[in-house]
C-alpha cells in the first residue's frame, strides 16, 4: 500500500487516544526505532453526525455510525516515523444495481492533541474486497490523497469530497483512512473511532501496522479485534454519493456539462471551468444535459458535494438526442470546488402493491379480511421475543441504522427512523418531535422525509413493544420491524392491540407488509374521530411516500386487510442514467489594515495639528471603506441579484403563527416558574416562545447554545417582534398579537407595560433599532402580498410609514418579516417568499437582494446584530433553528435549535449587547477627516488626513472619541480606532 492512504469524513467524539506514545519520538530519520506506544485507551462519548459533505438534502448511501465509540485505533501515517505508520479499513456494499457515484466520506476522528497540526492532511482509498480484506496489492479504486479535509471546531468530525466522484458497480468494498501527521515532530496522532454494534454489519474491520513499532503484531490486515487488547468489530463512517454510476459521456448515456459565469440574466451560459470572484458576487452555475440514449428521459435529480440537492425527480421531458440546460445563481462566498451529478431516468420510482395470504398471492383486497372463509397467512415473522426492543413511548419515534443499505424510490440509505405510530421515516437519523398521531391520505405535505406506514395511527406504549431485528447472512438479509401488542390511543382504554411490521430485503430489494393482529379497539381516542372500533385498517393510512408528490396509497381509513393477510410491494425498475462534473469557484476578499490603532495629538489653543491614517488594503479585491456615518445604500450590492422563489404556487405567506400540524398535539406544559434571569451567556439575547394560538413565554438563552431557555414570565399575549433600545437591556420592546400595542417587558421581572397602540393590528412583525439615528424601525405586511417598513414613538407607539419595501421578491411578491440594522446604520431583512437576506434602504424602504439563506424562511423571522462582533443572527421560525448569517452573501449557518418540544415557535428575537463606543462625525467638532471613504487596491494603501482643531478650547482640556473605519472586509467591516485631542500640555495616558 502506498504511503498516502485514505481520509475523509465526518468525525466522532472521541477524548482519549488508542495509542499513545510512551516517550516523545526524536526528531530523526524515518527508520529510527522508538519505544512502544501504549495499548488502547477507551472512552464512551456520545456523538452526533453533523453534515459537511452533503448540508442540505444529503445523499448519505450507507451510514455506519453509533451514539457511543468506545475505542479509536490509531490510523496515522507518521511522517518522520515509519515504524508507527498504521492504517484502519472497514467494507461497505453497494447494493443498487445502478452501482454508486461515490463523493465522499464522513469518518468520526480524533487527535493525540486534541486537534490536527497546522497543514495536516489526509488519504482515502477505495479498494475491491480480496476474502474479507482490502485488496490493496491492486490500485484503488477510488482516492483522495494529501487533501486539507473539512474538520468541525472539535476537531472530531473530518469530512472529505473525492476531488473527483468514484463510480463503483454493485459489490463488496473497503474504504481505509489515514491522517499524514507528524508523530516524531509534534507526538501526534490520528485515531478513528471504532465501536462493535450488536448485529455486524459486514466484515469485521481491518487494521495493519507494516513497521510493527506498536509491538502487537498485525504487521498485514489483520481483524481490529485481534489486534492489541481491542475488541471492537467496526469503525465509525458514512458514504455520500447518488445511485448510479458510469462516467462522464458514455457513447448511450447521459453527458454533463457545468459551466460558470458572472451574467445572471434568464438564459445565460457562462463557458468557465473555473471561475474568479468576489465575495458577495452572484455566479450562474450552468448546467447542460444531454440525452444520448435512444429513449426518452423525462425525471431528473441533480445535486453536488457542497449544497446537496437541487430537485428531485422533476418532470422534464428529454427527448433521445436532446439536450436541456438549468441554471442555478449562488452568492459566492469561499473558494469552493463542486461536483454536480445528474440523474436522469425514464420513469419516476414506484410501487405495485400485491396483497398476499398464507397460500399463492392474490391482487384483491378483500381476499383475506373476513368476507370468505379462506384460510390466511401472510408470512408473519414474530421477533418480539429474540429481537432488540426500541423504547417507544407515546408519539415516541428512534432512529435506528440498518446492516445494508436499501433503495426505496430511489433513494438509498440505511437510516431509518422508527415511529411508535405505526410506520417508518427513511433515510434520515433525525427523527421529528410530536409523533404525527394524526394520519393522513397519501400523499401528504406534512411528513420531511419519504414515509413506509404499514399501519399510520395513534399507537399508545402502555402495552407490547417495538422490535427490530436481521436475520440471515449478506447478500440476502432481511432486516424486520415488528410493532408488538401495540394498544390504539388512549391504552388505558383499549386491551385489544394490533401486531404488524415490515420486512426489508437485501436480495431483492422489497418491502413487505406482514398482519398477525389487525383487530384492534380505540375507545376513548380523542383526536381524529377514530370510532371505537379499528378492524383492518379503518383508522389507518397503508402505503408508501417519497413526497409531497410522489407516492403509492394502499388505503386510507379503510378495511382493507386482514389477520394473518400481507402486501408485497415491488418496484418500479426505471433505467437511470448518471452524470457527473467539476468546476471551481475562486473567492477572494479584500483584506483590511489600519495604521496606526489608535491616535493622540497635542495641539496648542485655538489651534491645530494634522496627523496621517492609513488604510491597507492586503486582501486580493478591492476594499471599499467609509469613515463616519455609512450611505443608507452602502451595503447594497453593484448590478441586480437573482434569487428563485420558493414560494409554491398560490401559496400565501403570513409569517404568522405557525400552523398547528399532526405533530402538535399533547405539548407539554408551560413551565411555571420563578423568572430567571440571565446572566453569563457568551451572546445573551431574549424572544418569545409561543405555547399555543393564546399564550405563550418570555424567556432569555444564550445564542451560542440555544437549546436552553429561561423562563422569565408567561403571559396571555403573542409577539413576533422584539428589540432593546439605546442599549438598554431592562426591557424589551415588542407589539403585542393581534392587538398591535407597542408594550415592554421587564428583563428582570417579567413584568408587561403597555406604551400605546400602533393602530396596526396583527400585521407588524419584526423590530430593529438603529443606534446611529435613535429610531424604532419595524417592518408591517400589506394585505398579506407585500411589506412596508415603519418607524415608532417611543413615547405614544404611533408608527409612522417610510414606504414599501420594493424592488425584491418574485412576480410581484414580497413579504420581509427579520429586521436589523447594524452598528453602521445599515438595515437587512429577511424576505420569506424566496428565502433570501436583502438590504434596504432605511430612508426609502428601496431593497436589493443580497442572497439566498439555504434555508427554506417561513413565518415569523426574528433579526439581531451582536455589535461586538458584528454577526447577524437568524431565528427561523418554521423549525425553530438559530442560525448566523453571512451579510455579504445571505449564506445561514446552522447554530442549532431552538428550545424544545414544548416551545411550538420562537420569535421577537433580540441580543442584550451594547453598540460600543463609535462616534458619528457630527458628535466630533473638533475633528475632521479627508477623505472620508474611498477604494484601495488589492496590495494598496490609501492615507486619510485627520486635522484636530483646538479653537475655543483652554489648555489642559481633553478631548476623546472613537473613529469608526467600515469596510466590505467580510472578516473585519468595523475597526474602531480611539482618538484623544490633548490642549496644550499632554493629559495624562489613559
Excluded at 54 to 76: C, D, I, K, M, R
Excluded at 130 to 137: L, Q, R, V
Excluded at 191 to 209: E, V
Excluded at 614 to 636: E, K
Aim: glycine residues 12%; charged residues 15%; aromatic residues 8%.
Amino acid at each position: 500500500m502506498r504511503k498516502s492512504t485514505i481520509a475523509i469524513g465526518i468525525a466522532a467524539a472521541l477524548s482519549a487516544p488508542a495509542f499513545v506514545a510512551h516517550d516523545a519520538v526524536a526528531a530523526t530519520g524515518k527508520n529510527t526505532r522508538t519505544s512502544k506506544a501504549a495499548g488502547p485507551v477507551h472512552s464512551a462519548n456520545r456523538f452526533a453526525y453533523p453534515r459537511h459533505v452533503q448540508p442540505n438534502g444529503s445523499t448519505v448511501l450507507y451510514s455506519q455510525t453509533a451514539g457511543t465509540y468506545t475505542s479509536g485505533p490509531v490510523s496515522s501515517n507518521s511522517l518522520s516515523t515509519d515504524d508507527f505508520d498504521s492504517f484502519g479499513a472497514d467494507d461497505f456494499t453497494v447494493t443498487d444495481a445502478a452501482g454508486w457515484t461515490v463523493s465522499g466520506f464522513n469518518f468520526p476522528v480524533t487527535f493525540a492533541n486534541g486537534e490536527p497540526d497546522d497543514g495536516t492532511t489526509y488519504d482515502v482509498d477505495v479498494y475491491a474486497d480480496a476474502s474479507g480484506k482490502p485488496d490493496d496489492g491492486t490500485a484503488p479504486l477510488c482516492s483522495a490523497n494529501g487533501v486539507a479535509g473539512t474538520l468541525d471546531a472539535s476537531s472530531t468530525a473530518l469530512s472529505i469530497a473525492l476531488p473527483a466522484t468514484c463510480s463503483l458497480p454493485p459489490g463488496h468494498y473497503w474504504v481505509t483512512l489515514q491522517g499524514n501527521v507528524d508523530f516524531g515532530i509534534s507526538n501526534n496522532q490520528m485515531y478513528w473511532s471504532a465501536f462493535s454494534p450488536a448485529t455486524l454489519p459486514g466484515s469485521i474491520a481491518q487494521w495493519k501496522n507494516p513497521g510493527g513499532g506498536y509491538e502487537i503484531g498485525c504487521t498485514s490486515w489483520t481483524a481490529l479485534d485481534s489486534c492489541g487488547d481491542f475488541t471492537d468489530t467496526s469503525f465509525g463512517f458514512e458514504v455520500v454519493g447518488a445511485v448510479g454510476a458510469g462516467d462522464a459521456c458514455p457513447a448511450d448515456g447521459i453527458c454533463l456539462s457545468v459551466t460558470l459565469g458572472t451574467d445572471t440574466s434568464a438564459g445565460a451560459c457562462g463557458t468557465a471551468d473555473s471561475l474568479d470572484v468576489t465575495v458577495g458576487d452572484q455566479v450562474n452555475f450552468c448546467y447542460t444535459v444531454e440525452n444520448r440514449t435512444a429513449q426518452p428521459l423525462d425525471y431528473h435529480s441533480l445535486g453536488d458535494n457542497i449544497d446537496g440537492e437541487f430537485f428531485r425527480l422533476i418532470n422534464q421531458p428529454l427527448a433521445a438526442g436532446a439536450s436541456y440546460q438549468y441554471n442555478r445563481v449562488v452568492t459566492a462566498g469561499a473558494t469552493r470546488t463542486h461536483t454536480a451529478t445528474w440523474t436522469a431516468q425514464d420513469v419516476p420510482p414506484g410501487y405495485a402493491a400485491t396483497v398476499v395470504t398464507g397460500g399463492p398471492a392474490v391482487t384483491d383486497r378483500l381476499f383475506c379480511d373476513g368476507f370468505d372463509a379462506a384460510a390466511c397467512g401472510g408470512g408473519f415473522i414474530d421477533i418480539s421475543g429474540t429481537g432488540t426492543a426500541l423504547d417507544l413511548w407515546n408519539d415516541g419515534a428512534e432512529a435506528v441504522t440498518m446492516p445494508f443499505s436499501f433503495n426505496f424510490y430511489g433513494n438509498t440509505s440505511n437510516q431509518i427512523c422508527i415511529a411508535n405510530n405505526g410506520f417508518i421515516l427513511f433515510g434520515t437519523a433525525s427523527c421529528p418531535l410530536g409523533g404525527y398521531y394524526d394520519n393522513l391520505p397519501l400523499p401528504t405535505a406534512d411528513l420531511p422525509v419519504p414515509l413506509i406506514a404499514p399501519l399510520w395511527d395513534d399507537f399508545d406504549s402502555t402495552s407490547g413493544g417495538v422490535f427490530h431485528a436481521t436475520q440471515g447472512t449478506a447478500p440476502n438479509r432481511k432486516f424486520i420491524v415488528e410493532w408488538h401488542q401495540r394498544a390504539h390511543y388512549d391504552g388505558a382504554s383499549n386491551t385489544d392491540t394490533a401486531t404488524f411490521e415490515v420486512v426489508f430485503d437485501e436480495a431483492t430489494g422489497t418491502l413487505s407488509f406482514h398482519y398477525l393482529d389487525v383487530a384492534y379497539t380505540a375507545i376513548g381516542a380523542v383526536e381524529g374521530g377514530d370510532p371505537a372500533n379499528c378492524d383492518d385498517g379503518i383508522c389507518a393510512t397503508i402505503g408508501l411516500q417519497a413526497d409531497s408528490t410522489l407516492a403509492s396509497p394502499f388505503s386510507f381509513n379503510q378495511a382493507s386487510i386482514g389477520d394473518g393477510t400481507g402486501i408485497e410491494w415491488n418496484a418500479r425498475a426505471p433505467a437511470i442514467f448518471t452524470a457527473s462534473d467539476t468546476v471551481t469557484v475562486n473567492v477572494g476578499a479584500p483584506d483590511i489594515q489600519v495604521a496606526p490603532t489608535s491616535i493622540a495629538a497635542t495641539v496648542p489653543a485655538d489651534g491645530s495639528a494634522t496627523t496621517l491614517l492609513d488604510i491597507a488594503n492586503v486582501g486580493d479585491r478591492d476594499l471599499q471603506w467609509t469613515i463616519g456615518a455609512s450611505s443608507p445604500t452602502a451595503h447594497f450590492p453593484i448590478g441586480p441579484r437573482y434569487v428563485a422563489t420558493t414560494r409554491a404556487r398560490g401559496e400565501r405567506l403570513t409569517g404568522a403563527v405557525h400552523p398547528e400540524g399532526p405533530h402538535a398535539r399533547r405539548q407539554a406544559t408551560p413551565r411555571r416558574a420563578q423568572p430567571q434571569p440571565l446572566g453569563g451567556a457568551a451572546v445573551p439575547a431574549y424572544a418569545f416562545s409561543l405555547q399555543s394560538s393564546t399564550e405563550g413565554n418570555w424567556v432569555s438563552f444564550d445564542a451560542t447554545a440555544p437549546g436552553t431557555l429561561n423562563l422569565l414570565a408567561s403571559v396571555d399575549e403573542l409577539s413576533f417582534s422584539g428589540e432593546f433600545v439605546a442599549d438598554d437591556f431592562s426591557k424589551e420592546y415588542f407589539i403585542a398579537y393581534p392587538s398591535g400595542d407597542l408594550k415592554t417587558v421587564d428583563t428582570a421581572s417579567g413584568a408587561i407595560a403597555t406604551i400605546g397602540p400602533t393602530g396596526l393590528d396583527y400585521r407588524p412583525r419584526d423590530l430593529a433599532w438603529d443606534f446611529t439615528t435613535n429610531t424604532l424601525f419595524g417592518t408591517v405586511m400589506d394585505g398579506g402580498v407585500g411589506s412596508d417598513l415603519y418607524k415608532y414613538d417611543l413615547a405614544t407607539g404611533t408608527p409612522t410609514r417610510v414606504g414599501a419595501i420594493s424592488g425584491i421578491g418574485a412576480s410581484g411578491y414580497s413579504l420581509v418579516m427579520g429586521l436589523a440594522v447594524d452598528s453602521n446604520g445599515l438595515m437587512y431583512g429577511v424576505e420569506i417568499a424566496s428565502s433570501s437576506l436583502v438590504a434596504i434602504d432605511k430612508t426609502t424602504g428601496a431593497a436589493t437582494t443580497i442572497g439566498a439563506l439555504g434555508v427554506s424562511a417561513r413565518f415569523s423571522q426574528s433579526l439581531s446584530f451582536d455589535p461586538e462582533t458584528g454577526t447577524l443572527y437568524l431565528l427561523e421560525g418554521q423549525s425553530n433553528s438559530l442560525y448566523t448569517v453571512d451579510p455579504a452573501t445571505g449564506e445561514a449557518t446552522l447554530i442549532g435549535a431552538v428550545g424544545g418540544e414544548a416551545d411550538a415557535q420562537v420569535a421577537a428575537f433580540a441580543i442584550a449587547i451594547g453598540h460600543g463606543p463609535c462616534a458619528q462625525l457630527q458628535d466630533l467638532p473638533w475633528l475632521s477627516i479627508a477623505p472620508a471613504g474611498g477604494t484601495t487596491l488589492p496590495d494598496g494603501t490609501d492615507p486619510v488626513t485627520l486635522t484636530l482643531d483646538g479653537a475655543g478650547l483652554a489648555d489642559g482640556e481633553v478631548r476623546d472619541g472613537t473613529l469608526c473605519v467600515r469596510s466590505n472586509d467580510p472578516d473585519r467591516s468595523l475597526v474602531r480606532i480611539p482618538v484623544r485631542m490633548n490642549v496644550g500640555a499632554p493629559s495624562p495616558a489613559r
